[in-house]
T-cell receptor
Framework: GEDVEQSLFLSVREGDSSVINCTYT??????LYWYKQEPGAGLQLLTYIFSNMDMKQDQRLTVLLNKKDKHLSLRIADTQTGDSAIYFC???????????FGGGTRLMVKP | NAGVTQTPKFQVPKTGQSMTLQCAQDMNHNSMYWYRQDPGMGLRLIYY???????DKGEVPNGYNVSRLNKREFSLRLESAAPSQTSVYFC????????????FGEGSRLTVL
């Protein structure tokens, strides 16, 4: 089955850019997602990218997809303390109704 | 606008006790899911229900059962709770669209003594 890997932890200073990386194994994954989890809460969808796209930009968020290397990244520009959370990468199956999640990257933003 | 509602939020069963986690969604979604979240392991799918009347095993179904009571409700049952089932459980729902976006509840924290 699909395997999704992420680094566990990232620390940045307020105002810097953050880059969170993710790798996946199933080249037939149709959609790839970034979810955000704040303390004590469920996950919320941040953004997603279809597998035939290389890049997607949404305000401060930029998603880059390298399909050949099965590598996905999330860049947060001008990172704020409110961006401190756990970020999960997820890959969808062909039907788009089942997601496999990575272990999550805890982003800490220092003032 | 409730979205996905889970009850209870916290539970502390003893080893061997049975218990049920309840989930309800008000978005008229067809698909519902139960995940467990453990530190460093992300979310792992326990069971899912693609539509009312159907259920399927996910990655870690052992020790659990589910019931899709109607389109709104999807419950998760631990027949005989074990310490290895100590976790945070999330219910989610989605419409069967091509984007497959999941909407999550706030989670149920279970500690098995």
């Amino acid at each position: 089955g699909e395997d999704v890997e992420q680094s566990l932890f990232l620390s940045v200073r307020e105002g810097d850019s953050s880059v969170i990386n993710c790798t996946y194994t199933d080249s037939s994954s149709t959609y790839l997602y970034w979810y955000k989890q704040e303390p004590g809460a469920g996950l919320q969808l941040l953004t997603y990218i279809f597998s035939n796209m290389d890049m997607k930009q949404d305000q401060r968020l930029t998603v880059l997809l390298n399909k050949k290397d099965k590598h996905l990244s999330l860049r947060i520009a001008d990172t704020q303390t409110g961006d401190s959370a756990i970020y999960f990468c997820a890959a969808a199956n062909n039907a788009g109704n089942m997601l496999t999640f990575g272990g999550g990257t805890r982003l800490m933003v220092k003032p | 606008n409730a979205g996905v509602t889970q009850t209870p939020k916290f539970q502390v069963p003893k080893t061997g006790q049975s218990m049920t986690l309840q989930c309800a969604q008000d978005m008229n979604h067809n698909s519902m899911y139960w995940y467990r979240q453990d530190p460093g392991m992300g979310l792992r799918l326990i069971y899912y229900s693609a539509s009312e009347g159907t259920t399927d095993k996910g990655e870690v179904p052992n020790g659990y059962n589910v019931s899709r009571l109607n389109k709104r409700e999807f419950s998760l049952r631990l027949e005989s709770a074990a310490p290895s089932q100590t976790s945070v459980y999330f219910c989610a729902s989605s419409e069967r669209t091509s984007t497959g976006e999941l909407f999550f509840g706030e989670g149920s924290r279970l500690t098995v003594l």
